[in-house]
T-cell receptor, first 114, second 113 residues
């Protein structure tokens, strides 16, 4: 069964460093998303991406964050200068038809900022 | 304030017992409604969704949910719980004309044999 894959599964970084989280969505999907879950808290929307551009972003998704689909298969989330409060599990999701269909989530990338 | 509320943080049931997980929302218009499940170390999986029509929706793994407009609720139910149902359950909404899923705080389900 096709699945969304995320790498790395866990990354530890120093505060102020740049981090890139990678996602390979399901191949025929057109809608892509990043969500995050701080330990013990609820899952929060970060950004949605369709037709090679951001369609919506949350207030969390400030200038330190960016997304890219560099080669038609990968979908990356970059955090330019990490802060302690960026420590969280980051989930990528993809969908064939947005929320009208089903979002398929990856298993997440755990980011720990020291 | 606009929100999705799951009043029960943690529920424990015996295997074979019935289950109901509560979800309430407070938005001006009826949003699109979803239930997701997250097993330990796994991503989120869609159980079911409601957009319109029949207010009782069937999902995967024997789950169902009922939309009640008068109560702004979308409670998840299962008649007989299995040990493998132990997981975290999230209610979520999408507001009309937006492109983001808003999650509740989750209910952790524990199942005893």
């Amino acid at each position: 069964e096709p699945e969304v894959t995320q790498t790395p599964s866990h990354q530890v970084t120093q505060m102020g460093q740049e981090v890139i989280l990678r996602c390979v969505p399901i191949s025929n999907h057109l809608y892509f998303y990043w969500y995050r879950q701080i330990l013990g808290q609820k899952v929060e929307f970060l950004v949605s991406f369709y037709n090679n551009e951001i369609s919506e972003k949350s207030e969390i998704f400030d200038d330190q964050f960016s997304v890219e689909r560099p080669d038609g298969s990968n979908f990356t989330l970059k955090i330019r200068s990490t802060k302690l409060e960026d420590s969280a599990m980051y989930f990528c999701a993809s969908s064939e038809e947005g929320y009208a269909g089903e979002l398929f989530f990856g298993e997440g990338s755990r980011l720990t900022v020291l | 304030a606009q929100s999705v509320t799951q009043p029960d943080i943690h529920i424990t049931v015996s295997e074979g017992a019935s289950l109901e997980l509560r979800c309430n929302y407070s938005y001006g218009a009826t949003p699109y409604l979803f239930w997701y499940v997250q097993s330990p170390g796994q991503g989120l999986q869609l159980l079911l969704k409601y957009f319109s029509g029949d207010t009782l929706v069937q999902g995967i793994k024997g789950f169902e949910a009922e939309f009640k407009r008068s109560q702004s609720s979308f409670n998840l139910r299962k008649p007989s719980v299995h040990w493998s149902d132990a997981a975290e359950y999230f209610c979520a909404v999408v507001l009309y004309n937006t492109d983001k899923l808003i999650f509740g705080t989750g209910t952790r389900l524990q199942v005893f044999p």
